[in-house]
């Protein structure tokens, strides 16, 4: 193998799993030093930087971050990361004279947005410092989108939303409320706007259509509309007994809405089995732990009415087998009757785009989506962007922070005359964590706690009103526990050939057997002839220079380090560093960070 | 010296022996030894030959005595037996404890002060009473625990840290060995566990005094470039006479070797040793052959390396002294000492 670049900030960066996994690259080992620190505040904005909704998303983010943690490889359960990010949140001082403010003057360009949802709000939290005109349309009484109407209060409470959303729209941003758009193409007419961003999200709930729809409909409501209807007050009760059809993250917070609103017997309704469910875990979790029951492998046959009103479904009783082609097949094997009052369809979310034109040089593809450019997330007529789940459908959060921050740049370049394809370039800081001979700037003891548990409002309490959040949050005591989990994986070992001479301590010392000294070959070759062979393909294999004395190479397989320093405290000669990897991402308006070549060179020649 | 403890985090894929154990569980506490010291990576080979024989931790005795050396025991198996004695007595200790319980492991750890100053006239006696044991000699020709003076096998010419050159003749472990009759003599590198390790195990087996002496060196105070017992001079210098194997006892016998290059030596419990000749002429079962061919490559200034000698037919300690099989510890009282009538008795005969 070629010896790894580790000057490519890329390289590092895959290394910190989590901060990989996060679609807006949130630094989140650093992020968690500071909690440690007490630094809350500093936590807070660094979070914010990334992801915009620190306060939102450290109770809502569908954690791409944690699967993805490498704790979950060497123990079991990964760092509570989403719920330390709602602890500097939630401790955090007054952040406003911190926050990016718009210049007085304008430069000249004005932007609108369509939708006032996380998507359009990054946008605008981007480009409003740059000097744009923002603009934005927004169809409801109120900001946030999805973030206020989908997820229920005992979720997400009302203030922790507003707080965040208020950091942005109080940079200056003009907002008409109740204001749908009716028609892209009357508005790009009027060529009030340098550029246009399409954040509407994915407004329109799954329908059910079996026998039984229409004759029932008084009882029967679509999820994302009914949950909008609760949060405005339109809707403040239902039936005792209440089936919820499907099992994604919307049928949670559907079933737990339903409990807190006198429902007394609530029955989620799978189609398959729990391996399929697309609902998190923790939100499976939550939901059992409010009592409310899951059935599995039944699928909707017909809504049953009597007396002209709805008295249950009947549901076949599925099992679930790969047939040739491998795909998933049901052989029925039964029905039942369950009684219902009411029935809330959890089945999944579609784009609905009738206001735009298909005549305006916006082309549509599959599925009658607008074809939007994976990397500028512009559509195919110049200066109209789409992000957020308005661009591929559902996705979650923290993905339509990413979208606006890309798009943002992409809006930036168009109205400033460059290319949307040129995108700037990430770069890196490396900084040497070294303060003594075996001491560290970092915790590098490993603790072999297991995950923190959340506590939650007593059980009746929290179903007496629909605004109780149900989560405490960590105190104190428990965030001191759980910082001292995460591994500081963007602490990296950082090694330099030259110095080396092959004494084996590190290889020795390893815990977890990342290291081995061995003559080079192919990669698929190498990782068979290491200490432990190296069998998880996602993980980068490093390999040096040639070392001095054999010429033989070190290689690492970065798999299951645990950064706890050992092979740098055993190095009699440094070539093994602890160094602090920095990603630098680039947002709209920022030059290109220094070429990876020239970036942050920081251990001794 | 680390302050942390090593994480207790493990390879799920981590390798188990007959035992269920892994390497890590014939670990000791964390070293105290400068970082990068041979010493460690010595410890590194005997965890790994420990952990490939399949020994159950309460049958391994480790002693050693005084030094940087002496205190590796520390960090290996730690649910092993162990004794550290006064400065180079641990040979009599060794064959005292041997004595008593001829069924358990021996393993001493020495290094060049221990075993080639002070205790000296100790190491030449454990090798003629020829104790089962595996005695290793970390050997980095400095007195790294006083700072970096010569030790007795420091070569004529070598310098110390601060330049000066040694001008006092070393004495050769090895050939100290195989001249005073030892029936294991072998010499490894540290930074060698290819080579160290299936020698090692071979010496766990070996029916006697297993003696390696292994060039270790003193990174703080004499892996400079005067030194002749450094990382960089020992792999310049290393001329490997023969490659070692180690079949254990039962395992197939896989690799397969040109006619008339290897030799297989079937040890005391059945496992068999092949040694693999780099050079045709050498044969390591000739006393006389063996010391004349390391003194011709010791004139080049190259340093032989692998199982030089091995002779599995002789006599341990227990042989000479004709001691029953049961080990002594396990006698009962009145067998062991059967009192003073019988001692009268004994007495008749030279009265």
């Known amino acids: 193998m070629r010896p790894t670049n580790t000057r490519d900030p890329q390289y590092y960066h895959r290394v910190v799993d989590c901060q990989w996994a996060c679609p807006a690259h949130t630094n989140v080992p650093e992020y968690i030093r500071l909690i440690a620190d007490g630094r809350y505040t500093e936590s807070y904005m660094l979070n914010r930087k990334s992801n915009v909704f620190p306060g939102i998303l450290g109770r809502t983010c569908d954690r791409p971050c944690e699967p993805a943690c490498r704790r979950v490889r060497v123990e079991d359960e990964p760092v509570a990361i989403c719920r330390l990010k709602r602890v500097a949140a939630d401790l955090r001082d007054d952040v406003r004279d911190l926050l990016p403010t718009a210049p007085a003057v304008k430069n000249g360009k ?111 409501h679509i999820g994302i509309e009914w949950l909008e209807a609760i949060h405005f007050g339109h809707i403040d009760s239902i039936g005792e007994r209440v089936l919820v059809i499907g099992v994604g993250n919307t049928a949670m917070d559907c079933c737990r809405s339903s ?99 298909r005549d305006i040089g916006i082309e549509f593809g599959e599925w009658d989506m607008p074809v939007v450019d994976r990397a500028t997330f512009m559509t195919t007529r110049e200066g109209v962007f789409v992000g957020g789940d308005a661009a591929w459908g559902p996705e979650n959060i923290i993905w339509a922070v990413e979208h606006g921050h890309q798009a943002a740049i992409s809006i930036h370049n168009y109205c400033q005359g460059t290319p949307v394809s040129e995108r700037p370039a990430y770069g890196m800081n490396l900084i040497s964590t070294k303060m003594g001979i075996h001491e560290w700037r970092y915790s590098n003891d490993y603790d072999p706690v297991d995950r923190t548990e959340m506590r939650y409002v007593e059980l009746e309490k929290r179903l007496s009103d629909m605004k109780i959040e149900a989560e405490l949050g960590f105190d104190l005591k428990e965030t001191a526990r759980e910082v001292e989990r995460c591994l500081n994986c963007d602490v990296q070992t950082d090694f330099t050939a030259n110095l080396c001479i092959e004494c084996d301590a590190c290889v020795d010392v390893c815990p977890v057997l990342c290291l081995t000294i061995t003559h080079n070959g192919e990669e698929d070759d190498l990782r068979q002839r290491l200490m432990a062979p190296a069998e998880n393909l996602d993980q980068a294999l490093y390999v040096s220079e040639d070392l001095p004395q054999t010429k033989r190479v070190m290689v690492k397989d970065e798999d299951l380090c645990v950064h706890c320093g050992l092979c740098a405290e055993r190095c009699p000669t440094a070539a093994w560093d602890m160094v602090e990897f920095d990603l630098l991402t680039p947002y709209a308006g920022q030059e290109s960070w220094t070429s990876p070549a020239l970036a942050g060179s920081t251990t001794s020649p | 010296m680390s302050y942390i403890t090593k994480p207790v985090a493990r390879h799920p894929k981590m390798p188990r022996n007959a035992l269920g154990l892994t ?329």
Not at chain 1, 259 to 286: C, H, N, Q
Not at chain 2, 235 to 251: N, Q, S
């Open chain 2, 23 to 351: 390497p890590r569980d014939y670990e000791g506490t964390m070293s105290t030894l400068c970082a990068g010291c041979g010493h460690d990576s010595v410890t590194a080979a005997l965890i790994q030959a420990i952990f490939e024989l399949d020994v159950e931790p309460h049958r391994l005795v480790k002693l050693s005595g005084i030094g940087c050396s002496s205190k590796t025991p520390t960090y290996f198996v730690r649910d092993a037996h162990g004794f550290n004695s006064v400065h180079g007595r641990m040979p009599s200790i060794a064959a005292g404890a041997n004595a008593a319980n001829r069924d358990l492991l021996y393993v001493g750890i020495s290094g060049d002060g221990d075993s080639l100053s002070i205790g000296l006239g100790q190491f030449c006696h454990a090798i003629r009473r020829n104790v089962n044991m595996l005695y290793v000699l970390e050997n980095n020709g400095v007195y790294g625990l006083t700072k970096g003076q010569f030790s007795a096998s420091a070569d004529i010419g070598s310098t110390s840290k601060a330049g000066v050159a040694n001008r006092q003749g070393p004495i050769d472990p090895v050939n100290l060995a195989l001249s005073l009759g030892a029936t294991f003599v072998a010499r490894s590198f540290s930074g060698d566990k290819a080579q160290l390790v299936p020698i090692l195990k071979a010496g766990f087996r070996h029916n006697g005094f297993a003696f390696v002496d292994v060039i270790s060196p003193c990174v703080t105070f004499n892996d400079h470039k005067g030194s002749t017992k450094s990382y960089a001079h020992t792999r310049e210098h290393m001329h490997e006479v023969i490659e070692t194997d180690f079949v254990p006892l039962r395992a197939e016998i896989k690799t397969s070797y040109a006619e008339g290059t290897a030799r297989a030596v079937t040890m005391h419990d059945g496992s068999v040793v092949k040694l693999r000749k780099v050079d045709d002429t050498y044969d390591p079962t000739d006393r006389g052959a063996v010391l004349d061919y390391l003194g011709e490559v010791a004139t080049r200034g190259e340093i032989s390396t692998g199982l030089l000698y091995l002779e599995e037919s002789g006599e341990d300690m227990h042989g000479f002294e004709n001691t029953v099989d049961t080990p002594l510890v396990e006698l009962p009282h009145e067998t062991l000492c059967p009192g003073s009538s019988a001692l009268a008795e004994l007495q008749k005969e030279w009265v």
């Open chain 1, 110 to 220: 004005r932007v609108a947005l369509i939708g006032a949802g996380p998507a359009s709000l990054t946008v605008a939290n981007d480009l409003m410092p740059l000097g744009y005109e923002v603009v934005i349309y927004e169809a409801l009484s109120k900001p946030g989108g999805l973030m206020r109407t989908n997820i229920p209060s005992f979720r997400l409470p009302v203030n922790v939303l507003e707080e965040e959303m208020d950091y942005i729209l109080d940079m200056g941003v003009e907002v008409h409320y109740n204001h749908r758009v009716e028609s892209l193409k009357a508005m790009l007419d009027q060529d009030e706007f340098d550029a246009v961003f399409i954040g509407t999200g994915a407004p329109k709930g799954k329908e059910l259509n079996i026998p039984g729809r229409q004759e029932a409909d008084a009882n029967i």
């Open chain 1, 259 to 357: 409990k807190r609103l006198g429902g007394t017997d609530i029955k989620v309704m799978a189609r398959k089995d729990r391996p399929y469910f697309k609902a998190s875990p923790w939100e499976l979790e939550d939901a059992e732990d409010e009592q409310i029951e899951i059935l599995v492998n039944h699928s909707p046959q017909k809504f049953v009415v009597e007396d002209g009103k709805l008295a249950g479904m009947v549901f076949d009783i599925v099992e679930w087998n790969e047939n040739e082609k491998g795909r998933l097949v049901s052989t029925k094997l039964d029905e039942v009757f369950i009684p219902a009052d009411d029935v809330v369809l959890a089945i999944g979310q579609d784009n609905a785009f009738p206001w735009i034109e």
